[in-house]
């Protein structure tokens, strides 16, 4: 047995003793229907510097016209292909750097400008745990002193900041006796991830945005590393932003679940309705990706063939047509709409089949997955 496992019954989801759920935040402002954090249209193009003069030549549209709310105590999950924009998403959802267009509101309040609220105060509110649990660790700091850090530049003296850093190296399954003098080097990858965890836990966040927190791990201790995400959620009273390109994770973890294509959202809703009955053909299509444990219900066709398109010049209309099977003429022409957010249940998605108004042939009806209909047409032949 691992010192990691021996110190973290929480942690391989077996709590010894039922974790006491605070009765509500007194940090809650505008009560539990509104939204903990809204993004409205972001946008962020990267510009391409080329020629003799290194002038800007084009744009990487990384996050386009982005719109959703996370709700106060879920977990929201950020699905699709590498390159889609998800990291991008969530820098800007922490301002680690600059919008192109677009605005962020925590708790009712906006991000930023002259009355909303500042860098500093939205440090308190929202942590980023990153994939790479090396680069996030200050290797010449023992582990103690890098949790107790924000602590510290925040106010808290330092007797203080180390008493909590080692109450939450204790949370996070750590003996802190045992690992708070350690460096970063002395870890395994999971100790690493559950330090950052706890670093990101000392300013006592509402929100915590996990972009790829588990991708890098084994596939053993990335699930104790998701139940001790689920451990503290309930006890901290926090709200996840979980962000894998890994279905089976987020379908494990998320309450909600938002779909992106090449910096758009393609898709969102309640997580069952999403893997039950996705709506979106590249929704469809990842899911019919997944290696199905029966060999009986594996497909011999991909349900999804070729790379994204370029999103320095993403297709007219539907940026997913000219990798979708059900493509036709409108969808070259009108960009498909996701529709509004209404409630947590709703299921919205930006396909022209969905709108029986939009002149496609299927509209108002969904035809079988691409897999599917690869297995009818491989039983037929
Ligand atoms: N700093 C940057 N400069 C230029 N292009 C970038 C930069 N960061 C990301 N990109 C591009 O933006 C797109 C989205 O990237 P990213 O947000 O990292 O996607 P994901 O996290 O879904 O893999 C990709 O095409 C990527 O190459
Ligand atoms: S809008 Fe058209 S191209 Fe886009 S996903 Fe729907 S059917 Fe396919
Ligand atoms: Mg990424």
Redesign the pocket.
């Given at each position: 047995m691992t010192p990691e496992s021996r110190t973290a019954p929480e942690a391989a989801g077996q709590p010894s003793r039922p974790v006491p759920v605070p009765p509500g935040d007194p940090r809650d402002r505008g009560g539990k229907a509104q939204p903990i954090l809204t993004a409205e249209n972001l946008r962020r193009y990267?510009?391409?510097h080329g020629g003799v003069l290194m002038r800007k030549i084009a744009a990487?549209?990384?996050?386009d016209d982005v719109s959703f709310t996370v709700l106060k105590g879920e977990t929201l999950g950020v699905v699709?292909?590498?390159?889609?924009?998800?990291?991008?998403?969530?820098?800007l959802l922490m301002c680690l750097?600059p919008l192109d267009a677009g605005k962020l509101v925590f708790d009712g309040d906006p991000i930023g400008g002259a009355s909303g609220l500042s860098l500093r105060e939205l440090r308190r509110n929202m942590q980023i745990v990153f994939q790479d649990s090396d680069a996030s660790l200050n290797p010449r700091l023992p582990i103690e002193d890098s949790i107790a850090y924000g602590p510290r530049v925040h106010g808290m003296p330092k007797g203080a900041a180390r008493k909590l850093a080692h109450d939450l190296l204790q949370r996070v399954g750590l003996r802190p006796e045992l690992f708070g003098t350690r460096y970063p080097h002395e870890l395994s990858g999971g100790q690493k991830q559950r330090v950052n965890i706890a670093r990101a836990l000392a300013l006592n966040p509402r929100l915590l945005i996990l972009?790829?927190a588990v991708s890098a791990l084994d596939k053993s201790v990335a699930a104790q590393v998701l139940n001790l995400l689920r451990y503290l959620k309930r006890h901290f009273n926090l709200t996840y932003v979980f962000?894998s390109?890994d279905l089976n994770v987020v379908q494990y973890i998320a309450d909600r679940v938002l779909v992106?294509y090449l910096?758009q959202i393609v898709e969102i809703g309640p997580a069952d309705a999403i893997y039950r009955q996705p709506k979106h053909p590249y929704t469809r299509a990842l899911l019919d990706s997944r290696l199905d444990p029966d060999p009986r219900e594996r497909v011999e066709t991909a349900p999804l063939s070729g790379d994204p398109p370029n999103?320095i010049n993403p297709p007219s209309g539907c940026r997913f047509r000219t990798r979708c099977p059900f493509a036709e003429e409108v969808c070259a022409q009108t960009p498909p709409e996701l529709g509004e957010w209404i409630d947590r249940a709703s299921h919205l998605t930006a396909c022209h089949m969905a709108n029986p108004a939009s002149g496609h042939s299927c509209a108002g009806k969904l035809p079988p997955s691409t897999a599917r209909l690869a297995r009818v047409e491989a039983v037929a032949s």
């Open positions: 990267f510009p391409i990487v549209k990384a996050v699709g292909e590498s390159g889609c924009g998800k990291s991008t998403l969530a820098r750097m972009d790829e962000i390109h992106m910096g999103p």
